[in-house]
């Protein structure tokens, strides 16, 4: 038996295989196997697994490294990631309230002025030439009727009071409920008016719209003139195919009167 | 940028030793991008105090054992044809050990002793060093390599040497 300054056991064995062993100890190692034949066998054995592994897999390393594999590149690329997606961040909240402020704008420009305007002057339109030619049936209450106002207020969600056109030789006869609008609180009512002469005009009228905005419109549409505004409280639609002096006459006693007088209720 | 030198100076072995492990060039050198990257997203974590090197390859192993678990879940295979190198010459002298026999015995090696095997005769870790990248004890490193190399020795026929004797 070889003298060994240390246990030449199994881990020391390993440690001779893998070159792990400082020098004195290799010696030790060397000098045990040489006396014990199995043991040597054993080592040597390892050594060819090494060297087996060794030429598997060892070229590997002197291969060249591609490119993607560059930290240098990695680190920038991340970094250009993480600019560009703040970029993309950025630029997509400049894109979203732009188009939010666009929208609001062009909300306001296209769609409640002329889209609702042009609707509810539609509507107005087309009842009034459906109802005055009626006779008997002209409206569905009469302007007698106890409640007409206050039951077409509820129902169109605003308080109204029918005007009072004596002045101009008109007197109510009576209103009805009509569909509004889409943009219209609740439907629409719909009140007449008659002169001496049998000539009717109607008011279409609708809670406001939501943007309260205050728009006047007078067209000629049909062989009828249609007077519209919209205030802050009510949308009104006048028609008639009386001359457009007198409708705009008649449009201004209905306007201050539904605008500013609304509390006073005399006529049903 | 000495973190990114350092870290280029450890490419070719972190490529050397997912090759082993992976055995297929694409998807080692996938592992070793994921790896990089991470190291450098992760760079505050690391103690300047511990090695860089070791701390590379824990992160690569840990790449490696999720990719491992995923294939696991799916049901995946490894391709047959990622088989490195078939040797030019037949397994001529004896005690030689045939390189595809070698290739097809550590690919049958459970999972923690390859991992060990490896880092100490591929990567000539020291003991010390691959047992602080498994975050195992130096007694389970030794233990798993011994297991690797009967193993090995079963698996390539060359087993022919006579037993080792509990050595005193």
């Given at each position: 038996m070889t003298p060994s300054p240390f246990a030449i056991d199994t881990d020391a064995l390993h440690a001779f295989a893998d070159g792990q062993l400082p020098a004195e100890q290799r010696a030790a190692v060397e000098a045990y196997l040489a006396n014990h034949p199995e043991a040597a066998a054993l080592v040597a054995g390892w050594q060819r697994q090494n060297d087996a592994l060794n030429t598997l897999f060892a070229p590997v390393a002197s291969e060249p490294v591609p490119q993607r594999l560059s930290p240098h590149r990695i680190a920038h690329a991340a970094r250009t990631d993480r600019q560009r997606m703040l970029r993309n961040v950025a630029a997509t909240i400049v894109v979203v309230a732009a188009a939010g402020s666009l929208g609001w704008y062009l909300r306001g420009a296209f769609?409640?002025?002329?889209g609702v305007a042009d609707r509810l002057m539609d509507n107005a339109v087309g009842a009034h030439a459906l109802y005055v030619r009626e006779k008997t049936h002209a409206v569905e209450v009469a302007a007698g009727a106890p409640n007409l106002m206050s039951w077409l207020s509820n129902r169109i969600a605003t308080p109204i009071d029918a005007p009072s056109l004596s002045d101009q030789g008109f007197t109510f006869v009576g209103g009805r409920l009509l569909p509004g609008a889409a943009e219209t609180p609740g439907p629409a009512a719909q009140l007449m008016y008659e002169n001496a002469s049998a000539q009717r005009v109607t008011l279409y009228i609708t809670a406001a719209l939501p943007d309260k905005k205050e728009v006047w419109k007078l067209e000629n549409r049909n062989g009828v003139e249609a007077y519209y505004w919209s205030s802050d409280k009510v949308t009104c639609t006048i028609v008639s195919d009386l001359p457009e002096a007198e409708i705009r006459q008649l449009g201004q006693k209905v306007f201050q009167q539904l605008t500013w007088r609304r509390d006073f209720s005399k006529t049903s | 940028m000495q973190f990114l030198d350092e870290i280029e100076s450890h490419v070719p072995a972190l490529r050397r030793y997912a090759r082993a492990l992976a055995r297929n060039a694409d998807r080692a050198d996938d592992l070793v991008q994921d790896c990089i990257e991470r190291a450098i997203r992760k760079q505050a974590l690391w103690k300047p105090t511990g090695s860089l090197k070791s701390w590379l390859f824990r992160i690569l192993l840990n790449l490696y054992r999720n990719e491992l678990r995923t294939a696991r879940r799916h049901g995946e295979h490894v391709p047959v044809e990622t088989l490195l190198v078939e040797p030019a010459?037949?397994?001529?002298?004896?005690?030689?050990?045939?390189l595809a026999e070698m290739a097809r015995a550590i690919d049958a090696l459970a999972a923690e002793q390859r991992e060990a095997l490896l880092l100490v005769?591929?990567?000539?870790?020291s003991y010390a060093e691959a047992a602080d990248v498994l975050a195992i004890p130096m007694g389970t490193l030794m233990s798993r390599l011994g297991r690797a190399r009967a193993a090995l020795r079963l698996a390539t026929g060359a087993g022919d040497e006579p037993r080792l004797r509990t050595v005193k």
């Open positions: 769609w409640t002025e002329e | 010459i037949a397994p001529a002298q004896p005690g030689r050990i045939a005769v591929l990567e000539g870790l």
